[in-house]
T-cell receptor, first 109, second 114 residues
Framework: GQNIDQPTEMTATEGAIVQINCTYQTSGFNGLFWYQQHAGEAPTFLSY??LDGLEEKGRFSSFLSRSKGYSYLLLKELQMKDSASYLCAVKNSNYQLIWGAGTKLIIKP | DAMVIQNPRYQVTQFGKPVTLSCSQTLNHNVMYWYQQKSSQAPKLLFHYYDKDFNNEADTPDNFQSRRPNTSFCFLDIRSPGLGDAAMYLC?????????????FGPGTRLTVT
């Protein structure tokens, strides 16, 4: 089967750094996406990785290791508005997007 | 602004009463998707259209149907809603189906079944 594993919930402090991990087993690989989803709202695109390494975008960075089937999303200088769920999704060899259940990130003052 | 629009944002229907959810896009994207998402779960793809080509997921119940009359609009019909169909329904679009084509989501329709 195909699956994406992420921690269910994480807690971090405002101003700190947090790393959200994602491991995947899929039939083939055509890229990995991270989406942010605030409660009751639609997911919004954060990042896309298809090659190994780190992609940096402002306070958010995403890392990929294809050989390990592993990615992480790094959030720096956390703000209260970063409280949301973060979903990892992988495109398999058929270009289907396989979704994780998301990691709920709680930011405390 | 180019966007994905879903109406209504909240829909209440009775058990067994047909309901239609609508989605429109101004992005001129080729692909449109319908997802079902329940609380704290991953979005579950129901079906998608690539232009006029309809692709049904194997485990999508027959109770769910879809129509795409033109590039801009896509509808989700639930013929006989059950209590288990209460969920957030998300419409998404993408330019194409290649690896880097990200999906753009509408705000969702929250369906309640009474």
């Amino acid at each position: 089967g195909q699956n994406i594993d992420q921690p269910t919930e994480m807690t971090a402090t405002e101003g700190a750094i947090v790393q959200i991990n994602c491991t995947y087993q899929t039939s083939g690989f055509n890229g990995l996406f991270w989406y942010q989803q605030h409660a009751g709202e639609a997911p919004t695109f954060l990042s896309y990785n298809v090659l190994d390494g780190l992609e940096e975008k402002g306070r958010f960075s995403s890392f990929l290791s294809r050989s390990k089937g592993y990615s992480y999303l790094l959030l720096k200088e956390l703000q209260m508005k970063d409280s949301a769920s973060y979903l990892c999704a992988v495109k398999n060899s058929n270009y289907q997007l396989i979704w994780g259940a998301g990691t709920k990130l709680i930011i405390k003052p | 602004d180019a966007m994905v629009i879903q109406n209504p944002r909240y829909q209440v229907t009775q058990f067994g009463k047909p309901v239609t959810l609508s989605c429109s896009q101004t992005l001129n994207h080729n692909v449109m998707y319908w997802y079902q998402q329940k609380s704290s779960q991953a979005p579950k793809l129901l079906f998608h259209y690539y232009d006029k080509d309809f692709n049904n997921e194997a485990d999508t119940p027959d109770n769910f149907q879809s129509r795409r009359p033109n590039t801009s609009f896509c509808f989700l019909d639930i013929r006989s809603p059950g209590l288990g169909d209460a969920a957030m329904y998300l419409c998404a679009t993408s330019r194409g189906n290649s690896g880097s084509d990200e999906q753009y989501f509408g705000p969702g329709t929250r369906l309640t079944v009474t």
